[in-house]
């Protein structure tokens, strides 16, 4: 997992990362809470953006940071052990792969490649619980924790 996200961000120059997610179901809120603790890292080379259920709405806003990279945050069926994480590239994404939103997150990936031309890829979360619940599973807790270290040693900010 590691290797495949140094290797997706290693030319980057400017980078957006959008964090999916229903925050009101548990584990599946994971993908905002990155997001969020990233947030106070924002500088000229990293943008994020709490996409929630509609991410497709950040698709403008995004674009209008020309990113070189977009990455595309949320829990994902990756039938691994709850809090693991995998990179995925768009054309790796399965149908029905990410937790269901307004549009599927291989739309949402064409439709950023198509209007900014970034490379673009999805950090899946394998979650818990997506039972109603306000709190993150401390599996999930770590996963967040670990994404955001990584990030900021990727990205040396």
């Known amino acids: 997992m590691l290797n495949n996200l140094e290797s997706f961000l290693q030319k980057s120059t400017r980078v957006v990362i959008i964090g999916m997610g229903n925050e009101l179901r548990g584990d599946d809120?994971?993908?905002?809470?990155?997001?969020?603790?990233?947030?106070?890292?924002?500088?000229?080379?990293?943008?994020?953006?709490?996409g929630g259920m509609t991410p497709?709405?950040?698709?403008?806003?995004?674009?209008?940071?020309?990113?070189?990279?977009?990455?595309?945050?949320?829990a994902a069926e990756l039938q691994m052990e709850p809090g693991s994480w995998r990179l995925l590239s768009g054309n790796e994404?399965?149908?029905?792969?990410?937790t269901t939103h307004a549009i599927p997150a291989t739309e949402v990936s064409a439709e950023i490649q198509r209007r900014c031309g970034s490379q673009v890829a999805f950090l899946g979360i394998q979650p818990k619980t997506r039972d109603v619940a306000l709190q993150l599973s401390p599996e999930c807790t770590a996963a967040v924790r670990d994404i955001v270290s990584t990030l900021q040693r990727l990205l040396s900010f």
Request: proline share 4%; aromatic share 10%; hydrophobic share 50%.
């Open 29 to 50: 809120g994971v993908g905002v809470e990155v997001v969020r603790r990233l947030k106070r890292f924002e500088n000229k080379r990293l943008f994020v953006f709490e």
């Open 56 to 74: 497709e709405v950040f698709i403008a806003p995004a674009c209008k940071k020309q990113p070189s990279h977009l990455l595309i945050v949320d």
């Open 93 to 98: 994404l399965d149908a029905g792969l990410f």
